[in-house]
């Protein structure tokens, strides 16, 4: 299976705040990547798909980025609705599809 | 909108079959290029991909799961299934449902609320 490791597991911003995000892979995935905001007793939502393509109603403050095994999220002006835990997911190949284990957006 | 609901029993005893059907309203299950998946997330814990099925019956599965697991569909009543045998307390988690596209990446693009399983005697 491809492993896929998100950096930091948590972080404390501010409303306002510029942040990033990192998913890397086990093994090159192209830009089979997808990213999801999941709020606490919620299903996850997608934002991001393909690596950078926004999916439909998300906020142009989201933006995805990399290739092969290293990948972004960046949230360019962080909201108070941002504020959840994000997932990183690749679908290269075969399955299984595989998720990062989160990362945790907290207020500071 | 393709809203996606989950129905079954929250609570299933140990070494006995879990049982999960999937309801999609709001469009028919056969329109487009989609499959239907499962995925699950233990409490406080991240998310495991399950498996799929296509409207044809073809299926995907997570091989750490696939001796337990069956995944249908049932074209007629707008649904897919998921059933995962000889169950453990390891097997308590929220199970959603979800559409995936055959877009470029393959995103999950819509998910049912999810609905808790709790594996105890």
């Known amino acids: 299976d491809i492993q896929m490791t998100q950096s930091p597991s948590s972080l404390s911003a501010s409303v306002g705040d510029r942040v990033t995000i990192t998913c890397r892979a086990s093994?090159?995935?192209?830009?089979?990547l997808n990213w999801y905001q999941q709020k606490p007793g919620k299903a996850p939502k997608l934002l991001i798909y393909?690596?950078?393509s926004l999916q439909s109603g998300v906020p142009s403050r989201f933006s995805g980025g990399g290739s092969g095994t290293d990948f972004t999220l960046t949230i360019s002006s962080l909201q108070p609705e941002d504020f959840a835990t994000y997932y990183c997911?690749?679908?290269?190949?075969?399955?299984?599809?595989?998720f990062g284990q989160g990362t945790k957006v907290e207020i500071k | 909108q393709v809203p996606l609901q989950e129905s079954g029993p929250g609570l299933v005893k140990p070494s006995q079959t879990l049982s999960l059907t999937c309801t999609v309203s709001?469009?028919?299950?056969?329109?487009?290029?989609?499959?239907w998946s499962w995925i699950r997330q233990p409490a406080g814990k991240g998310l495991e991909w399950i498996g799929r099925?296509?409207?044809?019956?073809?299926?995907n599965f997570n091989p750490s799961l696939k001796s337990r697991v069956t995944i249908s569909v049932d074209t007629s009543k707008n649904q897919f299934s998921l059933e995962l045998s000889s169950v453990t307390a390891a097997d308590t988690a929220v199970y959603y449902c979800?559409?995936?596209?055959?877009?470029?990446?393959?995103?999950?693009?819509?998910w049912g609320q999810g609905t808790l399983v709790t594996v105890s005697s």
């Open positions: 093994q090159s995935i192209s830009t089979y």
């Open positions: 979800a559409r995936q596209t055959s877009n470029w990446g393959q995103p999950i693009d819509y």
């Open positions: 099925v296509y409207t044809s019956g073809s299926t």
């Open positions: 393909a690596t950078s």
């Open positions: 709001g469009g028919s299950i056969t329109s487009g290029t989609y499959y």
């Open positions: 997911q690749q679908s290269f190949s075969t399955p299984p599809w595989t």
